[in-house]
């Protein structure tokens, strides 16, 4: 069984940093695409950033040249870190990872989502 879990977020002033953690364990040969979504209080939930093994990294417009994902590879994880955090920066964030697990099947899992605050 594989699971995905999230850990990180806070309170943070504006323009504050913070980094989001996921980190996925169970039998897992490998992790070939990975994210980060947030969703605020009474929106949507919208991508923030992704990634691929082959070496694609997407931003939304809204956190591009402050957000940079990425990955380690050797030990199942994905980062996002946060810079020059804004109000509207405010949400709770969830990660995704795109998983093969040891039976050859490959899934999209989620965490269960960490809440990041910008306020002063």
């Known amino acids: 069984q594989v699971q995905v879990a999230e850990s990180g977020g806070g309170l943070v002033q504006p323009g504050g940093s913070l980094q989001l953690t996921c980190r996925a364990s169970?039998?897992?040969?490998?992790?070939?695409?990975w994210g980060w979504y947030r969703q605020a209080a009474g929106k949507q939930r919208e991508l923030v950033a992704y990634?691929?093994?082959?070496?694609?990294?997407n931003y939304s417009e809204s956190v591009k040249g402050r957000f940079s994902i990425s990955k380690d590879h050797t030990r199942h994880a994905h980062y996002l870190q946060m810079e020059s955090l804004k109000p509207e920066d405010t949400a709770d964030y969830y990660c995704?990872?795109?998983?093969?697990?040891?039976?050859?099947?490959?899934?999209?899992?989620w965490g269960q989502g960490t809440r990041v605050t910008v306020s002063s």
């Open positions: 995704s990872a795109g998983i093969m697990n040891s039976n050859f099947v490959f899934a999209n899992y």
């Open positions: 169970g039998s897992i040969l490998s992790m070939s695409t």
């Open positions: 990634g691929t093994n082959s070496g694609a990294r």
